[in-house]
């Protein structure tokens, strides 16, 4: 993609499908690095762990600098888009509680304790 026409850098689908093709390059070597790090902790090797723990902080720091780069991985443009969808406004702070809820307990007591995973595991499953 990089190596595409530079006139197509400056369209705004580009530039967003660029950002989304690195985060998720980068969310692939956390499971990589997440892998590694069970390995080690199973194997009671605390060097291996620290330095997987090491790559999974610089992943993380990277996979942050990339996402603030583009309005649609902001965390104030998810809100402020569950804002806007209230009808006149009138519930507007129930879907922003309702959007902060979903990228962080998935229910108001953090009933889902890892969603993520337990949808893995299922789609394992029907391979």
């Known amino acids: 993609m990089l190596k595409a026409d530079p006139l ?3 369209s705004p689908l580009f530039r967003h499908d ?5 985060r998720q390059a980068l969310s692939d070597l956390v499971f990589d690095v997440r892998q ?3 390995s080690s902790f199973a194997d009671k090797d605390p060097i291996s762990f620290l330095n997987a723990s090491s ?4 992943i993380a720091d990277r996979l942050d600098a990339l996402l603030s780069t583009h309005p649609s991985f902001l965390l104030s443009s ?3 888009d569950a804002r806007l969808k209230s009808p006149s ?11 902060r809820n979903q990228i962080t307990l998935w229910g108001p007591h953090g009933e889902v ?3 993520a995973s337990k949808v893995s595991f299922q789609l394992e499953l029907l391979v």
């Open 78 to 80: 998810w809100i402020q």
């Open 8 to 10: 197509v850098h400056e």
């Open 89 to 99: 406004g009138r519930f507007s702070d129930l879907f922003e509680f309702n959007a």
């Open 36 to 38: 590694v790090m069970i």
């Open 113 to 115: 304790g890892d969603y």
């Open 18 to 22: 660029i950002v989304d093709l690195g």
């Open 55 to 58: 790559t999974l902080l610089d």
